[in-house]
């Protein structure tokens, strides 16, 4: 009897054990889906002075095109191994190395860094690039959809109706608080490239107001990189009877014709 009474004292602490286990697995595996699902990537973008242009290497990222400004979209946290080249006035002779060696890069943020006098890279700034906020939409008392805005780092969601009409079924622009995020990271970005490539990746699956795409143009320096983004969201875009507006954002004729052409093409 001792010995049954035993073995299954033995058994059961054995069981209980394996759920432990099984347990603590599974928290590990969701604490790391997670995780990875609020992975955006770190930006680093690198100017240089004076009158030479430079081509640089990042680890196994390779820009050769002659300048003295240079973005890295889409950096995994850590270490990454930096070269940079100074190019020589006399196209026979090769490009000179001035600096080599490690930049860190933290996680989710925009790094901001110069080389100095050719030979000290110099940190500027970090920024962190904030989560995007959580809009879910639930059925309001009146009919209108409620907003309901919170944090994908678990921070309280507020409440707040948007004026649509009571039968509404399309595509809903972006709620107040997540446009705002998106303006505040554009805000840590200096290049245009740069703020082409985040600003379509975050809306790439989601929608936009004409007047919100006015307000995005306005963060490029270039008619280029505005016509490109605003071909970019035309489609993304809930009110297109009056996306007209936005031809005031540029600078020249040839790119409100061309966008306008683009309209007409997508029908």
């Known amino acids: 009897m001792r010995f049954g009474t035993h073995l299954g004292n033995v058994l059961k602490q054995s069981k209980t054990h394996l759920m432990k286990k099984i347990i603590f697995t599974l928290l590990i595996w969701i604490l790391t889906l997670s995780s990875e699902s609020h992975a955006q990537g770190s930006v680093l973008n ?4 004076g009158r030479y242009l430079f081509t640089v290497q990042l680890d196994n990222q390779f820009i050769g095109y002659p300048n003295n400004q240079f973005s890295f979209n889409g950096l995994n946290p850590g270490n990454h191994y930096l070269t940079i080249y100074r190019m020589r006035n006399d196209r026979h002779r090769q490009a000179k190395l001035v600096y080599s060696g490690y930049v860190s890069i933290p996680m989710n943020s925009v790094v901001n860094a110069s080389l100095i006098e050719t030979e000290f890279l110099r940190i500027n700034s970090i920024t962190p690039i904030l989560p995007p906020p959580v809009c879910e939409v639930r059925p309001g008392v009146t009919g209108n959809p409620i907003y309901a ?3 994908s780092n678990g921070s309280s969601p ?3 109706t948007i004026g649509h009409e009571e039968c509404y079924q399309g595509p809903i622009a972006m709620c107040d608080a997540e446009f705002s995020e998106l303006r505040r990271t554009l805000d840590h970005i200096n290049f245009d490239h740069s703020r082409l490539d985040i600003a379509e990746q975050i809306v790439s699956d989601k929608y936009l107001t004409t007047q ?3 307000e995005l ?3 490029f320096s270039f008619d280029s990189s505005r016509l490109e983004f605003a071909k970019f969201a035309y489609n993304r875009t809930v009110d ?3 996306y007209f507006r936005t031809y005031n954002s540029f600078t020249f004729d040839s790119s409100i014709h061309e966008l306008s052409e683009y309209i007409h093409h997508c029908g």
């Not at 690198?46 to 002075?49: K, S, Y």
């Open 46 to 49: 690198l100017g240089m002075t």
């Open 212 to 214: 919100q795409v006015i």
């Open 240 to 242: 297109q009877n009056m």
């Open 158 to 160: 507020s409440y707040s």
């Open 149 to 151: 805005v919170g944090y």
């Open 217 to 219: 143009l306005e963060y």
